[in-house]
C-alpha cells in the first residue's frame, strides 16, 4: 500500500478482529494472502521464529491451564503476520506524517515523532544484531542461552544511552513542544480497495453471527 493512512487503518482493524475471534483470524489471514507480498514482507528466519516461539510457549501454557491455547496461537500469529508487514512497508517519515495528518501539529507531531524514534531504534538493533553475530562466529562462539542473556542487556542498555543523547540533541537545537509538517500522501485506487475490504469484513467479523444476517437482510 502506497498510502499510510490506508495501511494503518488496514491493519488495526484487521488485527482487532484477528485478536477478537477466530472469524476474524481467518479473515484477516485471506486477506494478508491476497493483498500482501506474503514471506517476502516477513523479518529474517531467526527474528521471525523467535516470535512464533514465544506465541506458542504462551499459548502451551494456557492451554495448560484449561485455556483456548489453539485459538490463542493461531489469533496472535495472524496479528505477527500483519504486525511484521506493517513494519516492512513502513518507510522513514510516514509514522510522522500520518500522526500530524490525523492529530494536528502538536499532539500529532510528538506522537509521529516518537513513534519515528521507536522505528529507527528497531532498525539499529537489527544492526547490532547482525554484527553480534558477525562477531560471535569469527570468535567461534555459538548462540546459546548464556550468550543471548548478556547482549539483550547490551542492547538494552545501548538504546537507553541512545534515547538520552537523541532527547539531549533535541533540548540543544531548542525543541519544546510540537512542530509543523506538510504531508503529501499518494492513493491508489488498489489502496482504497484493499482498505475497504479490510475494514467491511473487519467488522463483519467482530460482529455476532445473527447481526450479520441480520445486517446483510437489510441491505439486500
Aim: overall charge positive.
Amino acid at each position: 500500500m502506497q498510502d499510510p493512512r490506508l495501511r494503518l487503518l488496514s491493519v488495526v482493524v484487521l488485527s482487532l478482529a484477528a485478536f477478537s475471534s477466530m472469524a476474524g483470524a481467518v479473515v484477516a489471514l485471506a486477506w494478508w494472502l491476497i493483498f500482501t507480498p506474503r514471506t517476502k514482507a516477513l523479518p529474517r528466519p531467526g527474528v521471525f521464529l523467535s516470535f512464533i516461539a514465544m506465541i506458542a510457549l504462551t499459548a502451551l501454557l494456557s492451554a495448560w491451564n484449561g485455556g483456548p491455547g489453539l485459538s490463542y496461537f493461531i489469533r496472535m500469529t495472524v496479528v505477527l503476520l500483519l504486525a511484521a508487514w506493517a513494519y516492512s512497508e513502513t518507510k522513514e517519515g510516514e509514522a510522522l506524517a500520518v500522526a500530524a495528518w490525523a492529530l494536528g501539529d502538536r499532539v500529532g507531531f510528538e506522537i509521529g515523532l516518537i513513534a519515528e524514534m521507536g522505528l529507527s531504534g528497531l532498525a539499529v538493533i537489527g544492526e547490532e544484531i547482525s554484527q553480534m553475530r558477525v562477531a560471535m562466529a569469527l570468535k567461534g562462539i555459538r548462540p546459546g542461552i548464556r550468550s543471548v542473556v548478556p547482549l539483550a542487556v547490551t542492547l538494552i542498555v545501548t538504546q537507553i544511552r541512545r534515547s538520552e543523547d537523541i532527547a539531549r540533541l533535541l533540548v540543544i537545537r531548542g525543541y519544546t513542544l510540537g512542530g509543523r509538517v506538510c504531508p503529501r500522501f499518494r492513493t491508489d485506487w488498489k489502496d482504497v480497495f484493499a482498505s475497504f475490504l479490510a475494514v467491511s469484513f473487519g467488522i463483519l467479523s467482530i460482529l455476532p453471527l445473527r447481526d450479520v444476517f441480520i445486517l446483510l437482510g437489510r441491505i439486500l
